[in-house]
C-alpha cells in the first residue's frame, strides 16, 4: 500500500485592495450579479464573473426554483453562458461573492460539488488552469490557481474513452 497526501497552496487575502487591480474590478462585477440573484427560497446570494481570455467579462448569479433542484448556481449559469457565447475562448478567472438575506455571511463559500465538476470540464477542455477567487460578504478573500486545487481526483471525459 501506498499512502499519498493531496495539498494545495491557498492564497489569503485580507481586503479587496489586496487582490491585482483587474481581480478587484472582477470581484466587484461578481457582487454586483450577486445582488440579482433569485434566492427566496434559501435566501443565499451568489454572484460569479468570469474573466476570458479576450478580456470579457461573463457573469451569473444563483436562479432558485421551488420544485427543487431545477435551479441553477451562479457559477455554471457564468461557465455555461461563457461557454455558449464565446465557445473557443478561454476562461481565466473565475471570481464568486456569497451573501445571506438571514445571516453575515463572514468567509468564502467555495463552488458546489456540481460546480466543480462543470469548472473542471472547462479546464480539461480548455487544457489551462482557472484561477478561482472566492468571498462572502466580509471577512478574508481566498483565492486558489486551479479548479484542479479545490478538486484534485476530478472526473473528465478521459474516462470516457
Do not use: W
Not at 490557481?145 to 481526483?153: C, W
Request: charged share 25%; net charge neutral; proline share 4%.
Amino acid at each position: 500500500m501506498e499512502k499519498r497526501r493531496i495539498s494545495f497552496d491557498l492564497l489569503v487575502f485580507d481586503t479587496l485592495d489586496e487582490l491585482s487591480k483587474s481581480e478587484k474590478a472582477l470581484m466587484q462585477i461578481a457582487v454586483e450579479a450577486r445582488e440579482n440573484a433569485y434566492a427566496p427560497y434559501s435566501k443565499f446570494m451568489v454572484g460569479a464573473a468570469i474573466l476570458l481570455a479576450n478580456d470579457e467579462i461573463v457573469i451569473g448569479n444563483n436562479q432558485e426554483n421551488a420544485s427543487y433542484p431545477s435551479g441553477l448556481c451562479a457559477e455554471r449559469v457564468a461557465i455555461f453562458q461563457a461557454g455558449a457565447k464565446y465557445p473557443k475562448v478561454e476562461i481565466k478567472t473565475i471570481a464568486i461573492s456569497v451573501s445571506s438575506k438571514t445571516h453575515i455571511v463572514d468567509r468564502p463559500a467555495a463552488p458546489c460539488g456540481n460546480c466543480r465538476q462543470a469548472i473542471a470540464e472547462y479546464e480539461q477542455k480548455q487544457n489551462s488552469s482557472i484561477a478561482i477567487i472566492m468571498m462572502g460578504a466580509s471577512g478574508k478573500i481566498f483565492k486558489c490557481e486551479s479548479l484542479e486545487d479545490i478538486l484534485p481526483l476530478a472526473f473528465g471525459s478521459s474516462y470516457l474513452k
